[in-house]
T-cell receptor, first 110, second 115 residues
Framework: GQQLNQSPQSMFIQEGEDVSMNCTSS?????WLWYKQDPGEGPVLLIA?????ELTSNGRLTAQFGITRKDSFLNISASIPSDVGIYFC??????????FGTGTSLTVIP | GAVVSQHPSWVICKSGTSVKIECRSL??????MFWYRQFPKQSLMLMAT?????????EQGVEKDKFLINHASLTLSTLTVTSAHPEDSSFYIC???????????FGDGTRLSIL
């Protein structure tokens, strides 16, 4: 099935730095979701976005639903070691079709 | 809230065995449940979508006779890998959604190893 283009593919950052990743698609979505997956576990929902232009925060995480409805970004401020993992974006269409991004692997160096 | 439990976490079995994986929504009713397969360092690949009380819809290339899905209640879906072979070894993850437009919530996955 379709996958969303997520970038960067991987990131290596120092503890305390801010992180930014984004997700783009050629299709319009009604909902954008961001998940984090730790090794050997299922993805955990971080932020859900339902409206174009919406900016939502969850602690140190902030995500935005792009105005064009074809993109979204996730920012993590002041990264800490437990932020390590793979971050996936996901988009959902009006027909409830759900597509995953290719993932961004984050490594935080203490 | 929105807890999804998947069982077992890890299965190791001989080739030819059939393996059943359970997915339960613990604190909500899931009208739709999804089954994914994930290979190392890759994204999740949707295998099938199931709605309570009806037959599952399989993605292209997924053998429905190989991967049997039952969604008998609003809180339980099962995936049975029939006559499993080493190439079926993978990480299988389920998710559940309360209603259309709602996010999917994922189980912790089942690591299947076929010897």
């Amino acid at each position: 099935g379709q996958q969303l283009n997520q970038s960067p593919q991987s990131m290596f950052i120092q503890e305390g730095e801010d992180v930014s990743m984004n997700c783009t698609s050629s299709s319009i979505f009604n909902t954008w979701l961001w998940y984090k997956q730790d090794p050997g576990e299922g993805p955990v929902l971080l932020i859900a976005l339902y409206k174009a232009g919406e900016l939502t925060s969850n602690g140190r995480l902030t995500a935005q639903f792009g105005i064009t409805r074809k993109d979204s970004f996730l920012n993590i401020s002041a990264s800490i070691p437990s932020d390590v993992g793979i971050y996936f974006c996901a988009g959902q269409t009006t027909g409830n079709q759900f597509y995953f991004g290719t993932g961004t692997s984050l490594t935080v160096i203490p | 809230g929105a807890v999804v439990s998947q069982h077992p976490s890890w299965v190791i079995c001989k080739s030819g065995t059939s393996v059943k994986i359970e997915c339960r929504s613990l604190d909500f009713q899931a009208t739709t449940m999804f089954w994914y397969r994930q290979f190392p360092k890759q994204s999740l690949m949707l295998m099938a979508t199931s709605n309570e009380g009806s037959k599952a819809t399989y993605e292209q290339g997924v053998e429905k006779d190989k991967f049997l899905i039952n969604h008998a209640s609003l809180t339980l879906s099962t995936l049975t890998v029939t006559s499993a072979h080493p190439e079926d070894s993978s990480f299988y993850i389920c998710s559940a959604r309360q209603g259309g437009g709602q996010p999917q919530h994922f189980g912790d996955g089942t690591r299947l190893s076929i010897l």
